[in-house]
């Protein structure tokens, strides 16, 4: 199927449905998923702002060029210039320059299920963030290729 088409995702629900819970050495990995989608959807955003005039509508210029400088890899919890990468995501979402952006998203092929993210993003930045089942339907992971998921089903082994 087409790349975006939620192939993915369908998988993801199965298991879900069928009881296929989530391993606690997964809980990491997806929490880092989630934080990486947002600062991506974030710079994207930033990106955004530049390309299609709105700099002159941005209030938080120091947020907005912290977040343009970091790797998205970073942890939420770290501090730059006494604001952590979480406060400046939360101050950036609500700045009228971001927000025109995202109503561009679509031309900046900024995925709509991170709105529910950076909505909740006092959530995701606590210390003891656990992801949520529909966190993990939402969460973006860029997969290639062909591979195969065996997923129980009514006592069955489906492939």
Request: glycine share 6%.
């Amino acid at each position: 199927g087409a790349g975006e088409s939620g192939k993915t995702s369908l998988v993801k629900q199965i298991n879900q449905i069928y009881g296929n819970a989530l391993k606690a050495e997964d809980v990491n990995m997806w929490k880092h998923v989630i934080q990486s989608n947002i600062i991506d959807a974030m710079k994207v955003l930033c990106i955004g702002v530049e390309i299609l005039g709105f700099l002159d509508e941005l209030e938080e210029t120091r947020c907005f060029e912290q977040i343009l400088s970091i790797d998205r890899t970073i942890e939420f919890s770290t501090v730059i210039d006494s604001w952590t990468v979480g406060e400046m995501i939360k101050v950036l979402w609500h700045d009228p320059a971001i927000r025109k952006a995202w109503e561009c998203r679509q031309q900046l092929q900024v995925v709509q299920s991170h709105e529910v993210f950076l909505n909740e993003i006092d959530r995701i930045t606590k210390k003891n963030f656990l992801p949520t089942e529909r966190d993990l339907i939402l969460a973006r992971v860029r997969t290639s290729g062909i591979s195969n998921k065996n997923v129980k089903i009514n006592g069955k082994t489906v492939t």
